[in-house]
């Protein structure tokens, strides 16, 4: 099952053209089986999910919502972090080691989000995090920059992930997660990454398998 687990739109992330019309058309003309809406520091509720769902004729194609989070500490930028299985919000400038808590405490999962992108991404931190995962694939690392990533991924023992981060309907499953079950719930969704049962994939790769 290909799913692409980072994407936003205009409806809550300020910095995305993207409608959610149009990512779900996106979405369903590429073939993809399902999309995270990971909209920054909110996320939808079920009843905006239904009605998107029913509004675009998208009963084929699962729509699942999480987070992307910004941590910070001491008042400094540490980077960005993906949030899934928690459906509620924290307040404020929470480092990563309180985003952690939190999610963990609301039996979510939390992933470094472009773990190495300059600016945005935790860089070297990750090294010292209780994570879920890491998203290797996105939109945003270079060549370089994913290796690093993949790097992490591995000495970290982690699940890795992919995700396009799209902001316009160009981008949608430029970066994809595959998983191994069938994931139609964010807690099944919770679960397969917990359990590993994910790898980080091109779009060019799933147009091969």
Not at 33 to 49: A, Q, S
Not at 165 to 179: E, I, P, Q, R, S
Request: with cysteine; hydrophobic share 40%.
């Amino acid at each position: 099952m290909f799913i692409d687990l980072h994407v936003h739109t205009n409806k809550y992330s300020l910095c995305s053209q993207l409608e959610p019309e149009e990512l779900v058309y996106a979405a369903k003309l590429f073939g993809l089986d399902g999309i995270v809406i990971t909209e920054h520091n909110c996320f939808w509720d079920k009843d905006e999910v239904a009605e998107l769902r029913k509004r675009t004729q998208a009963d084929d194609l699962v729509i699942l919502t999480g987070q992307e989070i910004r941590a910070y500490k001491d008042g400094f930028l540490e980077g960005d972090l993906l949030v899934f299985g928690v459906d509620e919000l924290i307040r404020g400038e929470p480092s990563s080691d309180d985003l952690i808590e939190w999610a963990h405490k609301a039996g979510g999962v939390i992933l470094a989000a472009h773990p190495f992108r300059p600016f945005l991404g935790l860089g070297e931190t990750v090294y010292k995090l209780n994570l879920d995962g890491i998203e290797v694939l996105n939109s945003n690392h270079n060549a370089e920059e994913t290796i690093a990533a993949e790097t992490a991924r591995h000495k970290l023992n982690l699940p890795g992930t992919g995700g396009s981060d799209a902001h316009c309907a160009a981008d949608v499953g430029n970066y994809l997660t595959y998983f191994n079950d069938r994931i139609e719930t964010e807690a099944e969704l919770v679960e397969a990454i917990k359990g590993g049962r994910c790898q980080p994939i091109s779009f060019s790769e799933m147009r091969r398998m």
